[in-house]
């Protein structure tokens, strides 16, 4: 678009910019390091299963992802979802799945938190529920791969 103004904008000159700042926070600059590597991260694997995977996890604590509530937040017909990840090799019940799993042996295996608190983090209603799904995936209970 063109305005019919005189473009504008700042001039530094490169002493100016090349000097180093007064408040210098390390952390906040390694912070920022860290969210430009995971968004690189993000926008480097655009398919739809990655995709999936992130709004899965986003919506776990929820409870379990529904394929239509995870379609509406991609801005696509349940149908569609279902469609474009056949073509990708998968289902939305393969991906949820191997989210779950990845993130309950994670979580089990940093130690960081209880067994109720996984349970809630990886969408399960109940411990009872949440061992059971771990069983089938692994052929051992959260309590065996336990560390911490």
Same mark, same amino acid.
């Given at each position: 678009?063109?305005?019919?103004?005189?473009?504008?904008?700042?001039?530094?000159?490169? *002493?100016?910019?090349?000097?180093?700042?007064?408040? =210098?926070?390390?952390? /906040?600059? $390694?912070?920022?390091?860290?969210?430009? $590597?995971?968004? *690189?991260?993000? /926008?480097?694997?655009?398919?739809?299963?990655?995709? =999936?995977?992130?709004? =899965?996890?986003?919506?776990?604590?929820? @409870? &379990?992802?529904?394929?239509?509530?995870?379609?509406?937040?991609?801005?696509?017909?349940?149908?569609? /979802?279902?469609? $474009?990840?056949?073509? +990708?090799?998968?289902?939305?019940? *393969? =991906?949820?799945?191997?989210?779950?799993? +990845?993130?309950?042996?994670?979580?089990?295996?940093?130690?960081?938190? *209880? /067994?109720?608190?996984? &349970?809630?983090?990886?969408?399960?209603?109940?411990?009872?529920?949440?061992?059971?799904?771990? $069983?089938?995936?692994?052929?051992?209970?959260? &309590?065996?791969?336990?560390? @911490?």
């Amino acid at each position: 678009m063109h305005y019919g103004s005189d473009p504008s904008g700042l001039t530094f000159a490169l *002493d100016t910019v090349r000097q180093p700042l007064p408040a =210098v926070n390390l952390d /906040l600059a $390694k912070e920022n390091d860290r969210i430009l $590597k995971e968004l *690189d991260h993000l /926008l480097a694997d655009a398919s739809l299963a990655s995709r =999936v995977r992130r709004e =899965v996890q986003r919506a776990l604590p929820s @409870g &379990t992802p529904k394929a239509t509530a995870v379609a509406r937040e991609l801005a696509m017909a349940p149908r569609t /979802l279902q469609r $474009k990840l056949h073509e +990708e090799g998968t289902t939305f019940q *393969d =991906v949820s799945q191997a989210v779950r799993k +990845e993130l309950a042996q994670h979580y089990l295996h940093s130690g960081e938190h *209880d /067994l109720d608190t996984i &349970t809630f983090l990886t969408g399960f209603a109940n411990r009872s529920a949440f061992s059971r799904a771990y $069983k089938t995936w692994t052929g051992r209970s959260p &309590t065996e791969d336990r560390c @911490g």
